[in-house]
């Protein structure tokens, strides 16, 4: 009985400890574009009033904050979305001071298939080239076909291939193909 206690709260702990990491999420504020299905924190400094939890953006790009309306959020970092609403609170307060969170970024995801450990959709919350794309996924297995691997892209809505050369990158011939991976990437791993 009383191992089953202590497993009990062992389980607990664990439980715990992985939903306040899952919580956590480190954005690179000055890289992140905000996008449709995101949920935004907004705290203005002093003023509660002028802050909000778990804002959506919606399917349209924009948020609703009180008094200001409308606000366009999507293809903004969140810099640029505070100084936007500081600007537009300046009508309302002196000096307002806000602070813009992303808390879940929904919008901004890759997706990894084929011969790669752990296949699947991945958020996209800072900076992220090709070889850490691999090693985020967990890396190749041993049937991968590491010189032609296929990025699709969509730019200017049309979809771009783009051919990645695994073994020329590790061995220094080709670092040019260890591009940033852009929201919306697929990444085939044949």
């Not at 959020?73 to 300046?90: C, F, R, S, V």
């Not at 809505?157 to 040019?176: L, Q």
């Amino acid at each position: 009985m009383k191992k089953l206690i202590i497993f009990f709260y062992l389980c607990s702990a664990i439980t715990i400890t992985f939903s306040s990491t899952a919580m956590a999420i480190d954005i690179d504020q000055n890289y992140y574009k905000i996008g449709s299905g995101d949920v935004l924190e907004i705290i203005t400094w002093k003023e509660e009033d002028f802050s909000r939890k778990d804002i959506l953006v919606r399917i349209d790009g924009m948020i609703t904050f009180p008094l200001l309306d409308d606000i366009q959020a999507t293809g903004k970092t969140p810099l640029q979305l505070k100084k936007d609403i500081e600007t537009k609170l300046k009508d309302f307060i002196d000096n307002p001071v806000v602070t813009v969170n992303v808390i879940n970024p929904l919008s901004q995801r890759f997706y990894i298939l084929g011969e790669i450990a752990r296949t699947g959709e991945y958020q996209l919350v800072k900076k992220l080239t090709v070889l850490q794309a691999f090693a985020l996924a967990g890396g190749f297995t041993e049937w991968a076909s590491k010189k032609e691997i296929i990025l699709l892209r969509i730019e200017d809505n049309k979809e771009k291939i783009i051919r990645v050369n695994y073994k020329n990158i590790i061995k220094g011939k080709d670092y040019s193909q260890n591009i940033l991976i852009k929201a919306g990437d697929t990444i085939i791993v044949p």
